[in-house]
């Protein structure tokens, strides 16, 4: 969960803008944390919780109202009944790493990474991105190789996940289906969760949850370096902070 949170941050200061230079300063007074760390810790919440998702992430969106939610999404958020609204964007995606940590199996995997998708983002394209990465997350902290989950993910959900097919995207792209493979791709092809993180905000466009994503699954390959993960925490809020030190406890999950 800290490697999408940091990704997120990272990645939260080039998002729209041209990709940038290859060495770029991870860390930086710009940064800060967006929607895809509130929607990544309302899941997290929620599954700690009685997984009610809608209810939890409109208590985390309220709560942090100002932090670059689409429109349509923040719409949904801020009313108390409104159904899902048939997205096919990359939020559902981009919040789902906890499911990966705390599902019991692949298939309560695929379960909760499609209940949580479906209360907004109910689009069959955001249902399946959603989906792969839960289930990618899953099995590699279970210990499959890498080139293994890449090779189930093909299989299973059709992407396209070689480097030459999933980095030809370009623009500003928030499509799950146009998100999820490159993220995935940087992820597999990284020597660690740095170089993961930088490939995918290089590639421009939405790079904040380019990033969320690929520092999600890099995580459960590389870990976080410790000192990646303590500059990610001080960008975040008590309550926030609350939520992912819950959510680590009840993952085990440790920092490198």
């Given at each position: 969960?800290?490697?999408?949170?940091?990704?997120?941050?990272?990645?939260?200061?080039?998002?729209?803008?041209?990709?940038?230079?290859?060495?770029?300063?991870?860390?930086?007074?710009?940064?800060?944390?967006?929607?895809?760390?509130?929607?990544?810790?309302?899941?997290?919440?929620?599954?700690?919780?009685?997984?009610?998702?809608?209810?939890?992430?409109?208590?985390?969106?309220?709560?942090?109202?100002?932090?670059?939610?689409?429109?349509?999404?923040?719409?949904?958020?801020?009313?108390?009944?409104?159904?899902?609204?048939?997205?096919w964007?990359?939020?559902?995606?981009?919040?789902?790493?906890?499911?990966?940590?705390?599902?019991?199996?692949?298939?309560?995997?695929l379960?909760?990474?499609?209940?949580?998708?479906?209360?907004?983002?109910?689009?069959?394209?955001?249902?399946?991105?959603?989906?792969?990465?839960?289930?990618?997350i899953?099995?590699?902290?279970?210990?499959?190789?890498?080139?293994?989950?890449?090779?189930?993910?093909?299989?299973?959900?059709?992407?396209?996940?070689?480097?030459?097919?999933?980095?030809?995207?370009?623009?500003?792209?928030?499509?799950?289906?146009?998100?999820?493979?490159?993220?995935l791709?940087?992820?597999?092809?990284?020597?660690?969760?740095?170089?993961?993180?930088?490939?995918?905000?290089c590639?421009?466009?939405?790079?904040?949850?380019?990033?969320?994503?690929?520092?999600?699954?890099?995580?459960?390959?590389?870990?976080?370096?410790?000192?990646?993960?303590?500059?990610?925490?001080?960008?975040?809020?008590?309550?926030?902070?609350?939520?992912?030190?819950?959510?680590?406890?009840?993952?085990?999950?440790?920092?490198?």
């Amino acid at each position: 969960m800290i490697g999408a949170i940091a990704g997120d941050i990272i990645g939260s200061r080039f998002e729209g803008h041209p990709s940038p230079p290859s060495d770029f300063t991870l860390f930086h007074p710009k940064c800060r944390f967006t929607d895809d760390t509130v929607c990544s810790l309302a899941i997290a919440d929620a599954l700690l919780g009685d997984r009610d998702f809608a209810a939890y992430l409109r208590k985390h969106v309220r709560r942090h109202p100002r932090r670059g939610y689409g429109g349509m999404f923040r719409r949904w958020a801020l009313a108390d009944d409104a159904p899902a609204y048939n997205s096919w964007g990359n939020g559902a995606p981009m919040r789902v790493a906890a499911v990966g940590w705390l599902a019991q199996d692949e298939h309560e995997a695929l379960e909760l990474a499609a209940a949580q998708s479906a209360v907004s983002h109910n689009h069959p394209n955001a249902i399946k991105a959603a989906q792969a990465v839960a289930l990618a997350i899953l099995l590699l902290r279970d210990g499959v190789q890498p080139a293994n989950v890449r090779e189930r993910l093909i299989r299973s959900f059709g992407y396209e996940l070689a480097p030459h097919q999933a980095f030809t995207r370009g623009g500003f792209d928030v499509s799950a289906s146009g998100t999820v493979p490159a993220a995935l791709t940087a992820a597999f092809e990284a020597k660690d969760w740095e170089d993961a993180v930088w490939t995918a905000v290089c590639l421009g466009g939405d790079t904040d949850t380019l990033a969320c994503i690929t520092g999600a699954v890099a995580e459960a390959i590389h870990g976080v370096p410790a000192h990646i993960a303590d500059q990610a925490r001080a960008y975040l809020t008590g309550d926030l902070l609350n939520v992912l030190e819950r959510f680590e406890r009840a993952a085990g999950l440790r920092n490198s």
